[in-house]
């Protein structure tokens, strides 16, 4: 693997550990399978790529579409509390939607940015390559938005949302508006996702009608591998897992990519990838029993 | 204190399932005191409770708490006046997170949820006093997943954890019907400890005459959605398991056939 | 304890595949990556890969050829041009617009050679199709749409309006479609549109035109060529004329395609990649379009449809289909 391909999985990875984080809060601390995520990752890249496209700063361009993807999370919640729809059906129902907001938003399924200015073209330092600041930029960027996450969960509200998801009944026989409590962790948690789909479109080219397919996979997996290779309760070690687990995820498709010496072909990669990530799962439980053997 | 007044509530109306779980049920406590209610299954005990609490609306009737009226308000409004302890220990407090911030919970039922730090050192004072009542030595155990504790030990946190805040009436939904007979009474006990400290009015259903007549000032038994018998001070002293009984069957002119009532 | 193994691991696993990529690096490369496996595409794919062999090089003449589907996946195509720039290689063959974005995105040196985009300055990718002074160039398959329109009236003369089935989500296929809008006015036709976002949304696409539209017509996307039985369905039963972009459809059921070959719009490609291998500058290469067109009809389809098809258009076919 070249030093590029590393770099640009950590690129990548980090953009999707602000997935993964979202999908933390929704799946794990809210209850909430939200599989809205698959149209607020492309919305916050549609979002951003067309300001930007149409002159706005990429920083506000990047807020704005960040604000859009949490009101998007803000509307899943509302179909779920307010018209109690089932919450795996209230996401998907919003995804769906999503879909045509989107190439409304575009008025086009592709909105390029590669000659436009970005977050990235505006922060970057003489002197690094962009390849390398890009990842950089995007570390600051999320060990922020961890220890943000972390601190709010300490808090009065990020400890109502948490007993929200844990107990809602004993939630609300202590007074917390659980429906409020849903409705602001769902906008948070997919603000995450938009936030990640403008800097990945930011920094991949554009904004694709497509670049939503799969997210909510890719979300989970980092959450899974994370927690795997990273177990505890405690939340704050959870936040750091999902982001491990996201950019370990990227760097096994890096190292699918770059399989053909052993004979695999191009089709293969996602059974490559696929291998991977169960030996990934795989190694605590090998772990626990040779543990187990010597004592 | 707590005006329940000719609450009517019909589970299923018009169908072949139709119940009618209260009857006109009404019942007036005055501030600090402590009434225990009976009543068989199907009585109406829990429904009651909810009716109170406002996880159940009501038909028609009204509820009020200190004089004002909370028959429409929300379970999350009337928390701020309401305590209430849940039958299943694991109901009442949250599994994966730790004691204190179960506590920091409670201590701020009813109350605006502010940015602030959720515990805070002065808080854990507090919990490590309280939590040394139990002498269980939770207090060294602050930082431990509550999950981790036993039935008994969490419902015997959860009442703690309802007299952190001061509440207008403390609801305990027989608080200690799925615990062992010794953790059962480890936790009565400290039920009467906590009600006598804090001047709690309070309100306990309980399935066991028994533990109705020793605890508490007033006795109240429910039937088919309504209170049947009412006794409190000096008719109530002395009385025993089986004078409960026959007051019943004078009072309604037929026996009472729940064994649970009898042998608990 | 965990994290720690699995970065050995890695570091391990890196090292090997660095020193068999170092090993490489000498010979001439080229990489080809596209977005999805699709007939049209892998005929691109193959078609580059004979002109390069036309031209003499072969893999067994020293030739690292490399390719990589992105599985229709976006995260993955940034991966495989991250990939690509870091081997080196001599030219970059990026196929489709998304694929051509993230590489064209990723490096700003290695020569890169665009193919099957239908518009490559709205994408970005060259400022204008002129020799663009930077490191990309390629072929576009853009089809004349006047050139289009002309056939639709040969197959159809009485057509008033013009069906079109397409997804949405698709570049190539949302340019086709406003162009389409503007130009059908000025021949005394219209535009009837019908969003097909799967494949299997075509058929259903299809049926909603039924009784709407004199003819339907579709271009290269790739929804429709992957689905297009269900047109032919539609049209035979409901007798509506299809005409198509790509010659494959007319083979499937269309009446007529005035369309590129794709494997020769990928044999056009791999002459540009070869200029390069041989030392021009990508920059000073202008971006070409499909120099070939054919005329493929059916005859047996016309039939089915309810069309008499002239004899001179006939005539003029490269190839007839029965």
């Not at chain 1, 070249?2 to 690129?11: D, F, H, Q, R, V």
């Not at chain 2, 030990?153 to 805040?165: D, G, K, N, P």
């Not at chain 3, 496996?37 to 390069?52: M, N, Q, R, S, T």
Request: aromatic share 4%; hydrophobic share 50%.
């Amino acid at each position: 693997m070249s030093i590029y391909s590393m770099w640009g999985a950590l690129e990548i990875g980090l953009i999707f550990g602000l997935v993964a984080l979202g999908v933390l809060i929704s799946f794990r601390v809210l209850n909430f399978p939200d599989l809205t995520v698959d149209g607020s990752f492309p919305l916050g890249g549609a979002t951003a790529a067309i300001l930007i496209h149409h002159g706005m700063d990429p920083f506000m361009a990047t807020g704005a579409a960040t604000l859009a993807a949490g009101f998007a999370g803000m509307v899943t919640g509302w179909l779920n509390v307010r018209l109690k729809i089932m919450d795996l059906l209230a996401s998907i129902l919003m995804m769906i939607a999503l879909y045509s907001i989107n190439l409304r938003v575009m008025d086009a399924p592709n909105v390029p940015l590669i000659t436009d200015p970005t977050v990235f073209t505006v922060l970057q330092p003489p002197g690094i390559e962009d390849y390398v600041a890009r990842p950089l930029i995007l570390l600051a960027l999320v060990v922020v938005a961890k220890l943000l996450l972390d601190w709010f969960f300490a808090t009065q509200v990020g400890l109502a949302m948490r007993s929200t998801g844990s107990n809602p009944r004993m939630a609300r026989a202590q007074g917390i508006r659980t429906d409020n409590m849903v409705l602001l962790g769902m906008a948070i948690s997919n603000a995450l996702v938009g936030l990640g789909g403008a800097l990945f479109a930011q920094s991949q080219g554009g904004a694709d009608i497509s670049m939503g397919i799969g997210t909510i996979v890719i979300g989970l997996a980092a959450v899974i591998i994370g927690e795997s290779i990273l177990p505890s309760r405690r939340l704050m070690l959870a936040t750091l897992a999902v982001v491990i687990g996201a950019v370990l995820y990227r760097f096994f498709i890096a190292l699918a990519l770059n399989a053909d010496f052993v004979g695999l072909k191009a089709q293969d990669l996602n059974l490559v990838t696929a291998v991977l990530v169960t030996v990934a799962l795989v190694i605590p439980l090998a772990k626990q029993r040779l543990r187990k053997k010597r004592a | 204190m707590l005006s329940a007044q000719n609450l009517h509530l019909t589970f299923n109306p018009g169908t072949p399932i139709e119940t009618q779980a209260l009857r006109g049920m009404s019942l007036d406590i005055p501030a600090g005191q402590f009434v225990t209610v009976i009543g068989s299954n199907g009585a109406g005990k829990s429904t009651f409770l909810n009716a109170i609490s406002g996880e159940q609306g009501v038909d028609s009737g009204a509820v009020l708490i200190d004089g004002e009226d909370v028959t429409r308000q929300p379970v999350w409004d009337r928390a701020r006046k309401v305590a209430r302890v849940f039958q299943d220990p694991m109901a009442g407090t949250c599994e994966n997170l730790t004691i204190e911030e179960n506590m920091s919970l409670a201590l701020g039922r009813g109350q605006f949820r502010s940015l602030r730090q959720a515990v805070r050192e002065e808080m854990r004072v507090l919990f490590r006093e309280r939590l040394a009542m139990l002498g269980l030595g939770l207090e060294n155990r602050l930082t431990d997943r509550i999950g981790l504790l036993s039935g008994g030990q969490r419902q015997a946190v959860s009442l703690l954890m309802a007299a952190l805040r001061p509440s207008r009436i403390l609801l305990l939904d027989e608080h200690t019907a799925a615990l062992d007979p010794r953790t059962a009474q480890f936790v009565l006990d400290l039920t009467a400890r906590i009600v006598a400290e804090h001047g709690l009015t309070t309100m306990m259903v309980t399935h066991s005459m028994r533990q109705a007549l020793d605890v508490g000032d007033r006795t109240v038994m429910l039937h088919q959605g309504r209170v049947v018998l009412d006794v409190s001070g000096d008719t109530r002293r002395g009385l025993e398991v089986p004078d409960l009984l026959a007051m019943f069957e004078k009072v309604r002119g037929e026996e009472l056939a729940d064994d649970t009532l009898l042998l608990g | 304890m965990n994290l720690h193994s699995v970065l050995r691991a890695l570091a391990g696993a890196a090292a090997v595949v660095g020193a068999l990529a170092s090993a490489q690096a000498q010979a001439q490369s080229v990489a080809v990556t596209s977005i999805v496996e699709h007939p049209a595409l892998d005929a691109v794919k193959d078609g580059v890969h004979e002109a390069l062999a036309s031209a003499g090089y072969t893999e067994a003449k020293g030739l690292k050829w490399q390719f990589q589907t992105a599985q229709g996946n976006t995260a993955i195509a940034a991966q495989i041009a991250r990939k690509f720039v870091g081997d080196k290689p001599d030219v970059i063959v990026a196929i489709a617009t998304p694929s051509a974005q993230a590489v064209v995105a990723a490096t700003k040196s290695i020569p890169v050679v665009y193919s099957a985009v239908t518009d490559p300055v709205a994408a970005q990718l060259v400022p204008g199709m002129e020799a663009s002074g930077t490191n990309v160039t390629g072929v576009s398959d853009a089809l004349s749409l006047e050139k289009q329109i002309d056939l639709i009236k040969k197959v159809v003369p009485e057509a008033k309006k013009v069906g079109m089935v397409y997804n949405p989500g698709e570049a190539n296929s949302v340019v086709v479609v406003k162009r389409l809008r503007e130009l059908l006015p000025q021949s005394g036709m219209s535009l009837v549109e019908a969003t097909a976002a799967r494949t299997v949304d075509v058929g259903a696409a299809a049926r909603s035109l039924v009784g709407k539209v004199d003819v339907i017509y579709t271009n290269t996307d790739n929804n429709v060529v992957s689905a297009y039985e269900s047109l032919v369905k539609v049209g035979n039963s409901a007798k509506i004329p299809l005409v198509a972009s790509d010659t494959d459809s007319v083979k499937r059921g269309a009446i007529a395609a005035l369309g590129v070959n794709y494997h020769d719009l990928g044999v056009q490609t791999g002459k540009l990649v070869v200029r390069i291998l041989k030392g021009e500058k990508p920059g000073a290469i202008a971006s070409e379009t499909s120099s070939k067109l054919e005329l493929y009809v059916n005859t047996g389809a016309a039939a089915r449809q309810g069309v008499t098809l002239s004899d001179a258009l006939v005539k003029s076919a490269a190839q007839v289909i029965k």
